[in-house]
């Protein structure tokens, strides 16, 4: 059983705040207050849902009361709710002065909007009204062609083209230190890799920055 003071220094180690714990785990403030200061011993599913929030933002839970952020990690995620979950990290991501100043650009392959929203639902505008309110954030994206159903006023999204690329490159987000490949045909979609690591997130940036080179600034006519 995690103590109170392994879920204080774990949202140090996020700069969360117990509203911002309670708001992402899908509990109320006065719980998340009541457990970390011992007043209540916490219901074993509200204890989980406390650990399974911050181990999606690599957050591990050690015994005789540590806590240590990992550097690397490998996860599968499925369904509605995390790709809800996955897209708060992409805003989460988004939030940060590296995605600003260009050390950490995001950049998107060969993602279908129109599929992307179909999968997203309701969260789909709930996402671009925040994004929208994010001032000096651009999101870069290699598309095979023009997306006809983009919102206005996207202020944030850069297009390049790549005809060729539809059928030949995967899906994939860079963002933060993560690398994410999106599978929208899997039985419960969308089905998403997610690796967490600096390295080749950097990688896959230098990857994304040769095809950004090559793409087109506007589509390109099919012959």
């Known amino acids: 059983m995690i103590t109170g003071s392994q879920i204080r220094g774990a949202r140090g180690l996020l700069d969360w705040s117990a509203d911002l714990l309670a708001e992402k785990a899908g509990l ?12 209540v011993q916490g219901h074993s599913s509200s204890i989980d849902k406390i650990i399974q929030t911050f181990a999606a933002y690599d957050i591990e839970f050690l015994p005789d009361e540590g806590i240590k952020k990992r550097s690397e990690s490998v996860s599968t ?3 509605f709710e995390n790709f809800k979950f996955f897209i708060d990290q992409v805003y989460d991501a988004a939030t940060k002065e590296s995605a600003r100043d260009g050390t950490k650009p995001i950049c998107v392959c060969n993602v279908d909007n129109n599929i992307f929203r179909k999968h997203l639902k309701d969260y789909y505008f709930v996402h671009l009204d925040r994004m929208k309110k994010l001032e000096g954030v651009q999101i ?8 006809a159903n983009q919102p206005p006023d996207v202020h944030y999204l850069k297009y390049k083209f790549l005809n060729e690329m539809k059928s030949t490159v995967a899906p994939f987000y860079v963002f933060g230190d993560n690398f994410a490949l999106i599978d929208f045909s899997a039985p419960n979609p969308p089905k998403i890799l997610l690796v967490k690591s600096p390295a080749l997130a950097d990688s896959f940036r230098d990857q994304f920055e040769i095809m950004w080179g090559n793409a087109a600034d506007k589509p390109q006519k099919v012959k």
């Open 77 to 79: 995620l499925e369904g």
């Open 28 to 39: 109320s403030v006065d719980t998340v207050r009541n457990i970390e200061k011992g007043r």
């Open 140 to 147: 870069r994206i290699i598309a095979p062609k023009l997306d």
